[in-house]
């Protein structure tokens, strides 16, 4: 993990510098992992962008638990991204699928597809990542994150991240 700060013990306390260093990391680590996800999004193969794109969130879910001092486990962290992507069902999740789907058509498939899944699959990587940190943040690990609770704050930053993609503002950010 290189030169990554560790917690390993979750009950000793922390500086303010300790905790901003441990958040910058996560941003970091977050930032990163969603450039990936873009570039997953752009794999020409449909349904294998997808599950290139999956794997980057466990990874980061992964690189978080342990920044964070907390278990990971595959099982758990699958669940908790098969339940955020289900708060952005019908239509954004829909445009993930159609967007890898498309990819399948002769000619203009893999091209129509770049103007969908790399901006979809960053968002969606950005939201779940910084999702995780606010829970991790208030002590919480992989087995007692409630999506159900989560995924209003989720879909705002879906939708801030996909809009930040497009150059576009967000229903909720002001004016410059």
């Given at each position: ?28 680590i977050v930032r990163r992992k969603s450039a990936w996800g873009f570039g ?48 952005i069902v019908p239509n954004q999740l829909a445009w993930g699928v159609v ?66 993609n497009t150059g576009r503002k967000s229903a909720g950010s002001k004016a410059?």
């Amino acid at each position: 993990m290189g030169d990554t700060l560790v917690n390993t013990d979750m009950n000793e306390a922390l500086t303010a510098e300790e905790l901003e260093e441990r958040r910058h990391h996560a941003s970091q680590i977050v930032r990163r992992k969603s450039a990936w996800g873009f570039g997953a999004g752009c794999i020409p193969i449909p349904f294998v962008d997808m599950a290139t794109v999956t794997g980057v969130q466990l990874s980061m879910i992964n690189q978080l638990s342990q920044l964070y001092g907390v278990p990971f486990s595959e099982h758990p962290a699958k669940n908790i991204v098969a339940a955020l992507l289900g708060s952005i069902v019908p239509n954004q999740l829909a445009w993930g699928v159609v967007g890898s789907s498309i990819k399948a058509l002769p000619g203009v498939g893999p091209a129509l597809a770049l103007f969908t899944m790399p901006g979809f699959s960053s968002a969606v990587t950005y939201a779940i990542g910084r999702i995780y940190i606010q829970h991790l943040e208030a002590g919480g690990n992989l087995l007692n994150f409630d999506a159900e609770k989560m995924r209003e704050h989720f879909r705002a930053e879906f939708e801030a991240a996909q809009s930040k993609n497009t150059g576009r503002k967000s229903a909720g950010s002001k004016a410059a």
